[in-house]
């Protein structure tokens, strides 16, 4: 019986470690296959892929660097062995070279399964990645923006992008985010009854100190008053005696002529 092999080559924008995984798990197999996997991803365990049309054993592994399976298919005839499925992963820029060397195919097989690597393989890992990448960027969260005119809050758009930390960030807002500054209450204006009493007030202090300096200025005058009356009784007081004695020797004159007329 003569065999048939093909060797493809594709670039996937993953790194080793990722297209290694999804490569023996078996949930990640079915989702960017599109149909149901069973794999035990361990040397010499089975695996299963497309509700079991392919299937084999697993004959080699070096993580994130190269898988070795036996493959075969429902189609294969009967009393065919296995064929060898080869796949080695390096690391590029923008991704990881993937190269897949699949030999012992049975004779008129390979181009259907060349087909069948690059659509269901290839083609279907560029974009399950894809998918990944976008749901990924969608939980992300933009990083801060600058301050505008002072003001240090930051700004958030609807969408999230990959945070400061690539984590969703409180709602910035989170901003996470943090609380909103309350504005101060603008004091409240008085109203023109309290100006009125303050005003009413003001007029009560200055009349209240206006009486009590009146008092002083009453007290100051009558003093004024009584020390000019004192003054003239002093001077009445001084005037008189002078009169008296004036008159006194009048009196002694009339003694005189009284005792002249006695003696007469």
Known sequence: MSYESLSLSELIPA????????????????AFTGDQAEI????????????????????????????VQTWRTNDFPEGSPDSRLELTLEATVGGT????????????Q?????????????????????????QAAGNEEPPAMPPSNGLSEHKKPPTRLTTRAKTPAPKPAAKAAAPAATKPKPKAKAKPKAKAKVKAKAAQTKSRAK???????????????????????????????????????AKSTRASAGKKKKRR
Do not use: C
Not at 235 to 243: D, L, N, R, Y
């Open 15 to 30: 790194t080793e470690e990722e297209i290694y995984s999804a490569w023996l798990n078996s949930n990640e197999h079915s």
């Open 40 to 67: 035990d991803p361990v040397v010499g365990g089975r695996h299963s892929t497309f509700g079991g049309y392919a299937q084999g054993a697993i004959i080699d592994l070096i993580p994130a660097r190269r898988i």
């Open 97 to 108: 070279m993937v190269t897949l060397l699949h030999t012992e195919i049975p004779d008129g």
């Open 110 to 134: 390979s181009d259907n399964y060349r087909e069948g690597w690059v659509k269901y393989y290839f083609e279907a890992l560029k974009k399950y990645f894809a998918e990944k990448t976008g």
């Open 211 to 249: 009486s009590r300096t009146r008092p002083a200025a009453k007290t100051k005058a009558r003093k004024a008053i009584k020390a000019k009356v004192k003054a003239k009784a002093k001077a009445k007081a001084k005037a008189k005696p002078k009169a008296k004695a004036g008159k006194k020797p």
